[in-house]
Structures are given as structure tokens and as C-alpha cells.
């Protein structure tokens, strides 16, 4: 806590496919001072899990769905499973885990033409919906501008159905809040291309193989599982954690002729 981290979120790849995940957070829930601890799933098997973790001491979850259209969902994840999502959310509000959250990406021509039916199913079942600019993070390399679903965009289409009036105090989080026909509720959007927050990031991350990274985009990052697997202290991983921070470049610098996707995909790094 020295180096202030109050939040701690777990991400993948997919974290409940980690046998000790219940166990995980009893053990960060046990710190002190307790930091607040949310979790990022595809959903699947939330249902059996939600009552555990909350009871563990998970306080908050986003669940990632692009899409509600059954076909669409089959097509995206190759896995008939959307019944299975549609249950872990149902439980981990009934859990107590909220707000339960909903995280979105937008493609063009798959269901960028949809994004108002999601937010009218996220309203009628009381989740907050998050839509998420597509980001240079693909395993294949594939991204590029010129095909992703802006935030303007996406803006665009929701207010062909509601009224949207954006909401200030954002501070260092991502999203973009808006506040639908007059509230109560809300529906946010991550630019993280268009608009990026640069400036405001205070989020560092630790991967699954032990590396420490200061960016989503960095394409460096410090090792810790070594220090210490060979009896590195506290005060030697903070010298580590604080020299990885200093070198947090000014911005991600998509769109620069010299930007350079990271090697690892999204599903390595932890979004």
C-alpha cells in the first residue's frame, strides 16, 4: 500500500478458469488496508462462483458482451454459451456484486447497428453497460483505425434512441459517463484511441507470468517472478515497481508513425 494501489483487479485471459480464484481473493481481501477488488470475466461460470467470491471478498465484476443476438454470439465466441453468461450476471447481482457491469466492443458490421438493443437489455436487467473502442491489441495483428467503431459513433447510434448528457467528475477513470433521458441510469464509453486519457492513467499491470507493465500498449516491462522466486524484499520490488512507473511514456502513441503494437495480445497482458 506504500505505493498507493487501492484497487485490485483480476483479468485474464479468463480468471475463472483458475482453480484457486476463490482462494486468490480471500488472500488479497485479507491485506491491510483492504483494497477494494473487482474482477473482469466472460461470465461463464459466474453462476456457481458468484456467491463464493463475494463471500471471499470480490466487491465488484464486469462481465465482457458484445452482443446479445444468439447467432451473433456463436459467430463471435465460437461457443453456444450465451445462456450460460446471461445466468452469471443474473447471479452476481444477486450476489450483491454491483454495480454489475457490462463491457462492449463495437465492430463494424457485426453489431455496431445493435449497440442500442444491448443498452435497452442492460437497462431492463440493471447493468451498467461500458462500450470499449477496439484497440491494436488483436493476437493477429489485424487492427487497423480505419475499421474501428469510434466513440462518436457510437454516441451517434445510441442517440437515435436516448438522450445522452455526458456527466463530469470522470478523474483517472476510463469511461465517459452519460447520463441516459434525464437518469437515473448511466451508460459509459472508453475512447481509449480517439480520446485517449493518457494523462489521467494511474493503472499498472502484473501479468500472469509475473511482469510488471505500465501500459496496455508498452512494449517493455519489469520482471518480478524472479526477484522474487530469489528472495527479493519488499523494499527490492518497490525499487523495481517504482523504476517501471518512471518510465511510463507520455502517452500510447497510437496513430504515431512510430507506434508499434505490443507483442503480446490483450489476453496476455490483462485489460
Not at 38 to 63: E, F
Request: contains cysteine; proline residues 6%.
Amino acid at each position: 500500500m506504500r505505493l498507493g494501489v487501492r484497487q485490485i483487479r483480476l483479468t485474464g485471459g479468463e480468471p475463472m478458469l483458475r482453480k484457486s480464484l476463490v482462494s486468490v481473493v480471500e488472500r488479497i481481501a485479507d491485506l491491510d488496508p483492504r483494497p477494494t477488488i473487482a474482477m473482469t470475466t466472460n461470465g461463464i461460470g459466474l453462476d456457481r462462483l458468484a456467491a463464493p467470491l463475494r463471500a471471499a471478498g470480490l466487491d465488484r465484476v464486469n462481465v465482457s458482451l458484445d452482443t446479445i443476438d444468439p447467432q451473433e454470439f456463436v459467430a463471435l465466441t465460437r461457443r453456444d454459451r450465451l445462456g450460460d453468461v446471461e445466468a452469471g450476471l443474473k447471479a452476481a447481482q444477486d450476489a450483491g456484486l454491483t454495480p454489475v457491469k457490462v463491457n462492449a466492443v463495437a465492430m463494424r458490421g457485426i453489431n455496431d447497428e445493435d449497440v442500442a438493443d444491448l443498452l435497452a437489455w442492460c437497462l431492463d436487467r440493471g447493468y451498467e453497460l461500458r462500450f470499449i473502442e477496439q484497440m491494436p491489441l488483436d493476437a493477429g495483428h489485424e487492427w487497423q483505425r480505419g475499421t474501428m467503431v469510434t466513440a462518436g459513433e457510437i454516441r451517434s447510434e445510441l442517440e437515435k434512441t436516448y438522450r445522452l448528457t455526458p456527466l463530469d467528475g470522470r478523474g483517472s477513470a476510463p469511461a465517459e459517463r452519460y447520463l441516459i433521458d434525464d437518469g437515473p441510469h448511466t451508460v459509459g464509453i472508453i475512447a481509449s484511441v480517439s480520446a485517449p486519457f493518457c494523462a489521467a492513467c494511474d493503472r499498472v499491470r502484473l501479468t500472469a507470468d509475473g511482469q510488471l507493465r505500465n501500459c496496455l500498449f508498452a512494449n517493455s516491462e519489469s520482471d518480478l517472478r524472479g526477484p522474487l522466486r530469489d528472495g527479493a524484499d519488499d523494499a527490492d520490488l518497490e525499487a523495481i515497481i517504482r523504476g517501471e512507473m518512471w518510465r511510463k511514456a507520455r502517452g500510447h502513441g497510437i496513430g504515431r508513425p512510430d507506434f508499434h503494437q505490443p507483442d503480446r495480445p490483450m489476453s496476455a497482458i490483462g485489460g
